[in-house]
Nanobody
């Protein structure tokens, strides 16, 4: 019902910047909130940033506060993640996620409750 496709990943040096995009389609009117998650090899998937549909409050993991900015372009049905001052520890596959149709995460950056996921886009940060 809600489809998500990430793009914009790539390889950058530490201190560099990247902007990730998530194209949203389907029954977008039913989306309550959207978020970015990431997962590095051998590690659990972790929440990075969340935003309420319609441009409400945002939430960020402590590790990215001040460096990452989540936003949405409703006209283009796109979720964005602007990343600056990237660090090697930011290296991971980044996933776009949405909670829709009444589903809601117990916590903004908890995977539980998000019922639509993108395929992921790789971000690699070298020192």
């Amino acid at each position: 019902q809600v489809q998500l496709v990430e793009s914009g990943g790539g390889s950058v040096q530490a201190g560099g910047s990247l902007r990730l995009s998530c194209a949203v389609s389907g029954t977008t009117g039913l989306i309550g909130c959207m978020a970015w998650f990431r997962q590095a090899p051998g590690k659990e998937r972790e929440g990075v940033a969340m935003i309420y549909a319609g441009g409400g409050s945002t939430y960020y993991a402590d590790s990215v506060k001040g460096r990452f900015t989540i936003s949405q372009d409703n006209a283009k049905n796109t979720l964005l993640l602007q990343m600056i001052s990237l660090k090697p520890e930011d290296t991971a596959i980044y996933y776009c996620a949405a909670a829709y149709g009444g589903s809601w995460p117990s916590q903004p950056l908890n995977t539980m409750g998000y019922n639509s996921w993108g395929q992921g886009t790789q971000v690699t940060v070298s020192s």
